[in-house]
């Protein structure tokens, strides 16, 4: 363990507060010190959920060290058992608790309960924040699940989605409607939104989908061992994932593969005119090992992208991460101290990055575009849109928000490069702010003394030298620049060429220009 300013995954602990607040019904009672009850502030304001998260604390101080600390958590445990009355309960200890070595599972047992009471042990100081929720779903599942008969129609359990997930919410309606279009129905969806009881009835289904593997793997293959249910190894995350899992789930079940793309829009956009100024854009991925692999594979893929560096925060998934990267020709950043990942992107000197919050911020000291694929997020990557990663609309949505950075990159460009010009001078303001905004005076027209309309002035706007003139090759470069902007291009250089005396404008003459205008 080691202070630092930030951390990509918290202790284990608050993976379990994660499972807990994703589920009804549940409730976590955790043995941890005043400082570690924070579970209100990471999913009320963070996550913006509705209801506060079902978590209680024995919230010990230093003075309760020396007297009876197992006391305290049993008087919490029954506290919490009487006020919420919930159908099960999970116990355990924070980081710190830890080291008094309560042992809250056993001491939960020996107060009769008339609900399950399921033990955590979380290795606080080995172990991080995505293997406590895996492992607390695996105990979940372990306590609770009961052996049954299949259901009639094919069914099959979403494993994985929690709270505090990246776009969960969204990506288990987009897969269920996928699975819909395919004829089978969602038994289960856990841990977002089951109760215990719903974990009960888990094993009627045929099969399991696993949507993220951080914190949903052990229990599909627990399931797949004790319950012999086959879990989907394809995370839809872009579109040929999502047709790849399609026809995964299609040998499970022998059922078609085909659903409607008529919604699909990436492979089109990525393909178009306005999209093809994208193509062999470095970018630099990093993020968990599921949304950092699948951003690769999009990148290189279906937007033309060239992917220059690429890791993941979470040392479970080292490696299929760096046997991803062997395959692109890179050298897999496993780590998850920022400051190396920060030194890498800089080496790297990518032109755009993708990956967590952090490296958001990296970006923007940097100076360099970045779209945020993977926790950890902040709040405005919990949009009360629907805005998947999974399926076919979330290869939409993936589409428009690494593609905007760019195009905004390019705007800036072009802002910067006229900067001079009296529509986008520095002092004229955002295009889309009015604050800096002045009314213009109406034109009034002359008056003439005999009645009759004055005969209408040729106004010339051109800067440019009679003497003036371009040679083929200045031309030629010419040509290069975008249709939009190549006007105003010529009158500038045009405008540049007359300031210095120039009367043959050359290729060299145009970059002066280019250069004088974007400082």
């Known amino acids: 363990m080691k202070l630092t300013l930030w951390t990509y995954e918290g202790p284990p602990h608050v993976g379990a507060m994660r499972v807990a607040t994703a589920m009804e019904g549940l409730h976590y009672v955790l043995h941890a010190p005043q400082g570690d009850t924070y579970a209100d502030l990471l999913f009320t304001m963070i996550e913006r959920r509705g209801a506060r998260p079902p978590v209680s604390y024995t919230t010990f101080q230093a003075r309760d060290l020396g007297a009876d600390t197992a006391g305290l958590f049993k008087d919490s445990v029954r506290a919490a058992h009487d006020r919420f009355r919930p159908q099960a309960m999970i116990v355990g200890a924070s980081c710190t608790a830890e080291l008094i070595q309560d042992d809250p599972g056993g001491l939960a047992e020996t107060l009769g309960l008339d609900c399950p009471v399921i033990p955590l042990d979380l290795p606080s100081y080995s172990r991080k924040e995505n293997f406590g929720a895996d492992e607390t779903f695996l105990q979940i599942v372990r306590h609770l699940s009961r052996p049954q008969a299949r259901t009639e129609a094919i069914t099959c359990n979403l494993l994985g989605a929690t709270a505090l997930g990246f776009r969960h919410r969204d990506d288990v309606t987009e897969v269920t409607r996928a699975l819909a279009a395919m004829g089978i129905k969602v038994n289960v969806c856990a841990p977002l939104n089951a109760t215990p009881a719903d974990i009960a009835r888990m094993p009627a289904a045929h ?39 399609l026809a995964e789930v299609a040998e499970i079940t022998g059922l078609s593969p085909r659903i ?18 994208l193509t062999g854009k470095r970018v630099f991925i990093f993020g968990d ?31 299929p991460m760096r046997a991803l990267a062997t395959q692109m020709g890179l050298t897999a950043l496993i780590t998850d101290d920022y400051l190396e990942v920060e030194a ?33 997020v902040h709040v405005q990557d919990f949009p009360a849109r629907y805005a998947p990663q999974m ?28 900067r001079e010009d009296p529509e986008f001078h520095d002092g004229a303001g955002a295009s889309h702010h009015g604050a800096k905004a002045t009314a213009r005076p109406e034109p009034v ?38 249709f939009f902007v190549r006007p105003k291009a010529r009158r500038n250089t045009e405008a540049y ?23």
């Open 260 to 277: 409607p793309e008529d919604g699909l829009r990436l492979p089109w956009w990525s393909a178009s005119v306005d999209s093809t100024y």
């Open 391 to 418: 399926g076919f609309e979330g290869a939409n949505v993936i589409f428009d928000t690494w593609v905007h950075p760019l195009v905004m990159g390019l705007e800036e460009h072009l802002l910067t490069m006229f």
């Open 207 to 245: 099969f399991n989908v696993l949507l993220y593997p951080e914190t949903g793997e052990s229990a599909a293959r627990w399931l797949e061992k004790t319950h012999a249910q086959p879990y989907t190894k394809t995370i839809p995350i872009g579109v040929g994932a999502t047709r790849d899992f």
């Open 445 to 482: 027209a002359p008056v003439d003394p005999s009645g009759l309309c004055p005969e209408p002035r040729n106004i010339s706007i051109s800067m440019k030298d009679e003497t003036q003139h371009w040679t083929p090759a200045a031309e030629r470069e010419l040509k290069k620049i975008p």
């Open 344 to 376: 890498a992107i800089a080496e790297a000197a990518p032109e755009m990055i993708l990956g967590t919050q952090m490296e958001r911020h990296m970006g923007k000291r940097m100076g360099i575009p970045c779209a945020v694929i993977s926790a950890p």
């Open 289 to 319: 090992a599921t949304h950092a692999m699948a951003a690769a594979r999009i990148a290189s893929q279906e937007i033309g992208f060239t992917v220059v560096g690429l890791g993941c925060f979470n040392r479970e998934f080292a490696r």
């Open 497 to 519: 060429a007359t300031s210095k005396g120039v009367t043959a404008i050359t290729v060299e003459t145009l970059y002066e220009a280019k250069a004088h205008y974007a400082r």
